[in-house]
């Protein structure tokens, strides 16, 4: 069922996500050399830019702070295009937000390119690294032009500052249901749904951890409550890193990422919290680390680098040129049974070296190589109630294991990629619901993406015997493994976070525009939403062990 989406991008790490997510899109449409898997008309608009050029843009509302954004110029960005629009673009220049922002909130702790203020997370990048030092918000590698209906700046308060942030959900709330900003948000919305041949639904991508979780309540609220057959899939964002050492920011930062995950999963088709981060709660736990990838935890610039791969690869299914199955029968698919969040995982790159058969890649490893990314403490998953998993990359490479003599696993007695991963997962996952594509097309990482690559992958992302050095085209693809699951594992995320608020007092500036009943139901929600992930004593388990931390 072929049909479009409009994406939403709500604050300002999901502006650094979505910014690389439209660059490896763009990057995909430059490679003509590999088929045309995934639909470009899914996420993206085409019109006629400068010089008759056809240009993509995204079929994107994104919504951020004032100061946030230093390479667009949003008091021009409302400009009224033609109807039809055939390519006026927003591509302007705020010179005063560029020369004064430092790239992140305060609570994010997150720098600029050279890692300041920030610590390095795990493998910080080397002193080789070609990351452009004038690297500081999202629209400074946004690579794609963005239609003028495309920005909406909020201008009550500020991207950076000690005082002025959007920093409670209350707050994010207060601020739909001001009518003015209801009526410009519903204003850009139409638009572009307007324009859609067949509207599939909604990608939500919003910030998890400051006030924007409120203002992606009240948006998905909105859309649940306008557009109610369509998918409305919200991806809830978090940094790598959280300021620690301040306890009043880390509480603001946990009540809103609880009453977000509880109000966004209300409203949404699916919900999956997405981040390296170690965990949501007040307990710092170290950012997940990459054997092939030496990213610095401390730069928005690299960890959204991260999760825009994955998020273009867990989004595959749907915007497949041959797909048959839309957004709302794709959550439905993860979601059933109350179900509504669901956890992402990753190999990124899926380890394979180059000319390697899929059957031997599968079968060096015990358990899949992909990470978890969606912040709880990682236990060994054996089971799952059901799961999307996509590899891409990998079909250029050998079917079956040409090695004469070698023992044939049934794994090798498949006849194609997708039948030996299929058989690999209902081995791995008996009982569960897996479906499963595997495309050729790779992830593309040409720059914006940084070069934080391990020596030891070629060019196109495979591993090497030993260490080689690059030109400056450094690794230009890799392919990746990724999956959503819905997984026991999601009653300790969840009831984790119900635990950690519980013994707290009301009261403070986390709690403005916030009524302490609707906290308590939303609280409620959580335990509730939590007990559909509990199978027995596999869940007094894990509940055990959140006491003893």
Not at 437 to 447: A, E, G, M
Request: some cysteine; aromatic content about 8%; proline content about 7%.
């Amino acid at each position: 069922m072929l049909g479009e989406a409009v994406t939403l991008q709500l604050g300002h790490y999901s502006g650094c996500v979505g910014a690389h997510w439209w660059g490896l899109q763009a990057a995909a449409l430059r490679s003509p050399a590999e088929p045309a898997e995934l639909r470009a008309a899914a996420l993206l608009r085409f019109g006629r830019g400068p010089g008759g050029t056809e240009s993509p843009a995204p079929r994107l509302v994104a919504l951020e702070l004032k100061g946030g954004v230093g390479a667009l110029r949003p008091d021009e960005a409302g400009t009224e295009p033609p109807v039809s629009w055939d390519g006026a673009i927003a591509d302007y220049r705020d010179r005063d937000c560029a020369s004064r922002d430092t790239g992140s909130r305060r609570g994010d702790a997150a720098g600029d390119a050279k890692g300041n203020p920030g610590a390095a997370g795990p493998g910080a990048a080397p002193a080789g690294s070609q990351d452009a030092p004038s690297v500081r918000l999202w629209s400074d590698y946004l690579n794609v032009p963005l239609h003028p209906k495309s920005l909406y700046v909020i201008r009550q308060y500020l991207h950076d500052g000690d005082c002025g942030c959007l920093e409670a959900f209350g707050q994010g709330e207060s601020l739909l249901q001001d009518p003015a900003c209801v009526e410009e948000l519903e204003d850009r919305l139409h638009f572009y749904v307007e324009e859609c041949d067949y509207l599939q639904g909604f990608q939500v991508l919003c910030d998890l951890h400051n006030g924007f979780s409120g203002v992606g309540a009240k948006v998905t609220e909105l859309l649940h409550d306008e557009y109610s057959r369509k998918g409305i899939l919200t991806w809830g964002l978090t940094p790598a890193l959280s300021a620690v050492g301040d306890p009043q920011k880390s509480f603001c930062r946990l009540m809103n990422t609880a009453l977000g995950i509880a109000h966004l999963s209300r409203h949404s088709s699916l919900f999956c919290p997405l981040s390296l981060s170690g965990s949501l709660g007040l307990k710092p736990e170290p950012p997940v680390t990459f054997p092939y990838i030496n990213y610095n935890a401390s730069l928005n610039y690299h960890s959204s680098a991260i999760l825009a791969a994955a998020l273009d690869t867990l989004t595959a299914p749907y915007r497949l040129c041959s797909s048959q199955a839309s957004m709302l029968h794709f959550a439905d698919s993860l979601t059933f049974s109350g179900r509504k969040v669901v956890a992402a995982w990753a190999a990124l790159p899926f380890p394979a070296l180059s000319g390697s058969s899929l059957p031997d890649v599968l079968s060096a490893h015990q358990d899949l190589p992909w990470k978890l990314l969606s912040s709880w403490k990682e236990q060994k998953v054996s089971s799952c109630f059901a799961q999307s998993v996509v590899l891409r990359g990998m079909c250029q490479e050998k079917a079956t294991s040409s090695c004469p003599g070698q023992p044939r696993s049934p794994l090798h007695s498949c006849e194609s990629p997708g039948q030996v991963l299929q058989h690999h997962l209902h081995s791995q996952f008996p009982g569960a619901f897996s479906t499963c594509q595997v495309l050729q097309q790779p992830c593309h990482t040409q720059p914006p993406f940084p070069q934080f690559f391990s020596p030891l992958l070629s060019r196109r992302g495979f591993l090497l015997d030993r260490a080689q050095g690059f030109s400056s085209a450094g690794v230009q693809s890799m392919p990746v493994l990724a999956a959503l699951q819905s997984c026991p594992g999601l009653h300790s995320l969840l009831s984790g976070l119900c635990r950690e608020l519980r013994p707290r007092r009301w009261g403070g500036s986390c709690a403005a525009g916030l009524e302490q009943d609707d906290f308590q139901e939303a609280l409620e929600e959580l335990r509730t939403l939590a007990q559909c992930y509990e199978t027995g004593c596999g869940a007094a388990g894990s509940e055990e062990e959140g006491d003893s931390d």
